[in-house]
């Protein structure tokens, strides 16, 4: 029986939400999904895409806010166990959590990007009552045009947002940008 790409993502997927729904407390649960140690890099691409822009952005949104005080308080232990998990442990040990205090903001800085559209860095930001995610993606090479990424976001609804091609490739422009929007 031949079982599509999709379908399988589908039920990794799933199983990882029901796994890992609990990241932000004190329980144990384990993710579900294989280790990519030796996986080719397509596969990873997609484990990172998949933590990146669907699953961080899932705890920041549904946790109550508990996500984003874990990691703002530096209890970053979760986070990575998981990252070990769906990606591998070597990317998951140059994952750089930052707290941006004076902000009410923290900032993800990840591993040179494998492929587009991964992530340079995400910041996740508290206004008030409500969180925003935002994303510094790698993309295509344009030639000329001296595009370093592209300032992208994920909505509470699931909505990707696209700010658009920036030139920059630190993370203070990065932090700069979305902080001045």
């Not at 004190?26 to 990519?36: G, L």
């Not at 874990?70 to 070597?90: C, H, Y």
């Not at 344009?142 to 947002?161: F, P, R």
């Amino acid at each position: 029986m031949k079982v599509s790409q999709k379908g399988l993502l589908a039920s990794v997927v799933f199983g990882l939400i029901l796994c890992v729904s609990g990241c932000a407390t004190q329980q144990s649960t384990k993710a579900s999904a294989p280790n990519q140690t030796n996986q080719n890099e397509p596969q990873i691409s997609k484990s990172i895409y998949f933590f990146q822009h669907k699953l961080i952005a899932q705890w920041l949104y549904e946790s109550d806010g508990a996500f984003f005080s874990d990691l703002k308080n530096g209890d970053v232990t979760r986070f990575m166990e998981v990252a070990s998990e769906v990606i591998n442990p070597e990317y998951a040990n140059n994952i750089v959590v930052t707290e941006l205090a004076e902000h009410d903001a923290v900032l993800i800085t990840f591993p040179e990007p494998y492929d587009f559209p991964n992530c340079y860095f995400v910041l996740m930001k508290k206004q008030g009552a409500t969180f925003s995610y935002y994303t510094y993606e790698k993309t295509m090479d344009l030639g000329e045009q001296n595009i370093g990424g592209v300032l992208g976001g994920w909505t509470a609804e699931g909505s990707h947002l696209n700010y658009g091609p920036r030139s920059y490739r630190t993370a203070p422009d990065f932090v700069k940008d979305v902080l001045t929007m």
